[in-house]
């Protein structure tokens, strides 16, 4: 287990890696943070976290790094893979990998970091920005059973749940499927309130019949809200969703799956995102949705 008073690394604070760092400050954790973009670490500065002027003093200063990156190529970047200086950020270090990547991608960093003398864990979490902040997030574990048990209290204030999925890549692609559930979930609501809303229906009472309902969920309720208000304020941005999408297209193309709803709503997050929606929540997918009926009318 790691010790409560040991300083732990934190790189990469997001959407999602601000809160989650700030989170574990507020648990007590000592923690070192760095951000590609300074301005990102002014909230982690005030609540009291150290503050890294690069990513080698964190390795240095840090035996346990929390990576909260992008994608694969920001974490190569962060860990200089590649380079002379990768053994040295890997060697004695356990990397904990929460950001969702190609399960391909990182079980190759994986043997990656063995190799130099380093553990690594896959840590991928479920949740957008809401459950972020309030430590409610769900994350999936793999690697190693000792590596995994050994970081699981450290997580506890940013996730309310954790499950072992066994070995480097199952976390990934766990987070996969359920990635599958989410966004076709959250599509088909988009599409709903679209047909309700163009047939004259009360969409107040629309979202009150689905809340009251079997199908109801967290989801289902703060996204419903959204979309009746046309708050499109990002908790899982088009842009990010999009990717995750992908993710999941490449890796059923991989396994021979077939995944015909997957396969849609990643046509239409690509049309919301050119349609200059990038940044905006993935509800407003609705916004190529109603372009589609536009152009059919």
Known sequence: MIAPTATVGFIGLGTMGEPMALNLVKAGRPIVVWNRSPAKCEAL?????????????????????????ADGAAMDGVLARGTPAFDERAKGHILINMATVPPSYSKALE?????????????????????AEAGQLVTMLAGQAEDVASIRTLLAPMCRESFDCGTVPSALRMKLAVNVFLITVVTGLAEAMHFAERHGLDLTQFVGVLDAGPMASDVSRGKATKLLKRDFAHQAAISNVLENNRLVVEAARDAGIASPLIDVCFALYGETEALGLGNEDMIAVIRAIERRTTAHA
Do not use: Q, W
């Not at 990513?55 to 840090?62: D, K, N, Y």
């Not at 130099?116 to 896959?122: D, L, P, S, T």
């Open 45 to 69: 500065a005030s609540a009291g976290a150290t503050i890294a002027p690069d990513v080698v003093e964190v390795f240095s200063r840090c035996r346990v790094v929390i990576l909260m990156l």
């Open 111 to 131: 043997s990656d970091v063995r190799a130099a003398g380093g553990r690594y864990v896959e840590a991928p979490v479920s949740g957008s920005r809401k459950p």
